[in-house]
């Protein structure tokens, strides 16, 4: 589970970073962060929006993807793109692997120790300089598949 901690460290390492990097810490890339810092389920640059606008109602929609794609760029945030699909925002900028639903599109967090540890192919350094991986399951998550269950059997 997210706790107010994590959510208080991802802030700190921020404020540091952007001393760092010169980057002015506005208001908006601190609301913004610490909207996808208290969420787990990956959304998207329009569920973020959504979310901000509570606490900045002024804000606009392309100051959000503005602010996303600075927090990406400086490395606080991941975006966790899979084929198809729209781009999702993740706070967790370790090495993690995911479960996409294919149903509800629902996007989970799965640590795996031994996910960890594969063993990077050699061969395609020539052509690609592999800097890092994260291994993506497909399926359905329990919500869905109950409600497969439940369609199959016929009972609603
Ligand atoms: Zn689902
Ligand atoms: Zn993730």
């Not at 890339?29 to 787990?40: D, K, N, P, Q, Y």
């Not at 890092?132 to 399926?139: E, I, T």
Request: aromatic letters at 6%.
């Amino acid at each position: 589970m997210k706790t107010d901690q994590s959510i208080t460290d991802k802030m700190n390492h921020f404020e540091k970073l952007c001393r760092e990097q010169g980057v002015p810490l506005t208001v908006q890339r601190r609301v913004v962060l610490e909207t996808l810092a208290g969420r787990l389920d990956h959304p998207t640059a329009d569920q973020i929006f959504d979310d901000v606008t509570h606490h900045l109602p002024d804000l606009s929609r392309t100051t959000v993807y503005r602010v996303l794609e600075t927090l990406v760029q400086m490395g606080v945030i991941h975006k966790a793109q899979h084929l198809g699909s729209v781009a999702r925002y993740d706070p967790n900028t370790e090495r993690h692997h995911h479960l996409t639903c294919i149903s509800c599109h629902k996007v989970v967090d799965l640590e795996d120790q031994v996910l960890n540890q594969i063993k990077v192919p050699k061969a395609s350094s020539k052509e690609f300089e592999i800097t890092d991986y994260s291994v993506h399951f497909k399926g359905y998550c329990s919500d869905c598949s109950s409600k497969k269950k439940n369609s199959k059997t016929g009972q609603k």
